[in-house]
């Protein structure tokens, strides 16, 4: 059995974590960590819910220790989280918040006491333990299980943080604004500062206001990781910031004047990272400077008459992508957006990513998403719907703007005006929320 440390700290003291309280050291994590190990229940599953970053990270490292399985599914509705019970019948829920309403047998994240004078070594995980498995929601709605071995997780972080330039013990936190439970935060905000031998921040901030205070309370260097929606909202907002080292986004591709402007508010360089709930991370870009995306060494691409599959280094087996690639070289893709958001309305072919950049791209825009309504038995004919944030915008104008650009056929009718569109905890758009909202407006 070969065996992999849980983490890459070294010394006693040293800094893995920024709390509210101030600074958390290995030591202290270490003693927390067993320390919550013994109280677990029964059950070799738990679904950690817990807000507070560090108290993810202490019920991970935890469940790692006692051998326990962390679920990661995409969401925590009822009906996620009953389908999830059906595929684990001896989960629990970890949380650090009274008010959950999760209907599973909850353990609240207690109150726990270090003596200086324990000593704890680092946990040696067996390579092949499954420590997580993640879900994606999948074309039924039923969660999609995918199990993550340490091994394969230990390969992909620690090709991030050398891909990004985060070397170990740099002294550098961990600012995320996406929640640790999503494939992105899990890897990119806990078990990036673990395996870099590097800190996270506690926190997980949301509104430009509380990212800018999060950052202040965090000795430099800072390196915030992030998503488009957050990072625009920061420079919407227009506040000075204190000093980053790197900016790290995901979840979508950025559009090159937007790069540029992150660049510039936040005075550090920015990389963009690509890869899915199954894959894991498996590439990079710098979006300022290309628009192609450099694969992770070990990492291939081949091409079929089923699109792209990846496979090599941690990834486990051959994974269909569900984007359209481009392969440029060996190591080199581009990026035209989601198999799956192609739309073929008359025989002409637009994908909703890219209508989506031509709206949000409209100066006034502050936000906008086109949908595509399923179509029903009466009305074989769909036409494109879009919502709108744009106080002020005539509707008029927006249209004619859009008609510079798009065929006719596309065109949204509706066009609809909200106040805010009903992203989720990572800034993305459910298709779920999307056609909730569609039928509020049609409701109203």
């Not at 700290?9 to 270490?30: K, M, N, P, Y």
């Not at 990004?164 to 740099?170: E, F, I, R, V």
């Not at 905000?189 to 673990?194: D, E, G, N, R, Y």
């Amino acid at each position: 059995m070969t065996s992999l440390p849980l983490l890459s700290h070294a010394a006693r003291d040293s800094i893995i974590a920024w709390c509210a309280e101030g600074t958390v050291t290995l030591h202290q994590f270490l003693a927390e960590v067993h320390q919550l190990a013994a109280r677990f229940p029964a059950g070799s599953h738990l679904l950690n819910m817990c807000c507070d970053r560090y108290h993810f990270s202490v019920g991970l490292a935890a469940a790692i220790v006692a051998n326990k399985i962390s679920l990661l599914p995409s969401t925590h509705t009822p009906e996620i989280v009953r389908q999830i019970n059906i595929f684990a019948p001896d989960v629990f829920c970890l949380t650090d918040n009274e008010a959950c309403t999760v209907d599973l047998p909850q353990m609240r994240y207690p109150d726990m006491a270090v003596s200086p004078t324990d000593t704890y070594a680092i946990p040696q995980i067996d390579s092949k333990q499954c420590i997580a498995i993640v879900f994606t929601s999948g074309s039924t709605g039923t969660p999609q299980p995918h199990p993550k071995t340490w091994d394969a997780l230990v390969s992909s972080v620690q090709a991030e943080a050398l891909r990004l330039g985060l070397l170990p013990n740099s002294h550098s936190t961990i600012i995320g604004t996406v929640p640790p439970q999503h494939m992105y935060g899990f890897e990119s905000t806990v078990l990036m500062a673990w395996l870099s031998g590097n800190a996270l921040s506690h926190a997980q901030p949301f509104y430009p206001a509380d990212i800018g205070q999060t950052l202040s309370a965090i000795a430099a260097p800072r390196v915030l990781v992030s998503s488009p929606f957050h990072l625009r909202a920061l420079l919407d907002a227009g506040l000075v910031l204190p000093e980053i080292a790197q900016v790290v986004c995901a979840t979508a591709p950025l559009s090159k004047p937007l790069a540029h402007a992150i660049e510039a508010r936040c005075h550090a360089p920015l990389m963009e990272i690509y890869g899915s709930t199954e894959t894991g991370l498996i590439a990079t870009r710098h979006p300022t400077q290309t628009a192609e995306w450099q694969l992770l060494p070990g990492v291939e691409l081949i091409k079929d008459d089923n699109g792209v599959r990846a496979y090599g280094a941690h990834i486990m087996g051959s994974i269909t992508m569900g984007d359209i690639i481009e392969p440029i070289s060996e190591e080199h893709f581009l990026l035209h957006g989601r198999i799956a958001d192609m739309v073929n309305i008359a025989g002409k072919r637009h994908s909703l990513a890219s209508l989506n950049h031509l709206l949000n791209s409209i100066p006034g825009v502050v936000d906008g998403a086109f949908y595509m309504p399923k179509e029903s038995e009466e009305d074989r004919i769909t036409r494109m719907a879009a919502f709108v944030v744009a106080p002020g915008m005539e509707a008029s104008y927006l249209l004619a703007a859009l008609r510079e650009h798009i065929d006719p056929v596309f065109l949204p009718r509706p066009l609809q005006f909200v106040d805010a569109l009903p992203r989720n905890h990572t800034g993305k758009l459910p298709q779920s929320a999307l056609q909730a909202l569609m039928q509020a407006q049609k409701l109203a």
